[in-house]
């Protein structure tokens, strides 16, 4: 089992950046890929970024160039930090780990809004 609990989400206006967390139960070092998804309403869920064992990273082409993630180690945390930010990034965000099966968070929403 891993309990996955995420952070930072929030409302924010075009052009303005977010840092999300993701905080597993067992260590990172234990677990395979872990990464963010979204959902917005009434669309399916999509992957954002993933972030391998190596720490290889891969991007949606629509957050390629403004959208990060990364792991730290000592704080047992995945990051997705987010900049330049557009209302169509607006959906709740998941974070997810496969430990022989997927893992979910409970979800932060994210709004850009003016």
């Known amino acids: 089992q891993v309990q996955l609990v995420e952070s930072g989400g929030g409302l924010v206006q075009p052009g303005g950046s977010l840092r999300l967390s993701c905080v597993p139960s067992r260590s990172i070092f234990n677990i395979g890929t872990m990464g963010w998804y979204r959902q917005a309403p009434e669309k399916e869920r999509e992957l954002v970024a993933g972030?391998?064992?190596?720490?290889?990273?891969n991007y949606a082409d629509s957050v390629k160039g403004r959208f990060t993630i990364s792991k730290d180690y000592a704080k047992n945390t995945v990051y997705l930090q987010m900049d330049s930010l557009k209302p169509e990034d607006t959906a709740v965000y998941y974070c997810?780990?496969?430990?022989?099966?997927?893992?979910w968070g409970q979800g932060t929403q994210v709004t850009v809004s003016s």
């Open positions: 997810h780990a496969y430990y022989f099966r997927d893992f």
């Open positions: 972030i391998a064992s190596s720490g290889s990273a």
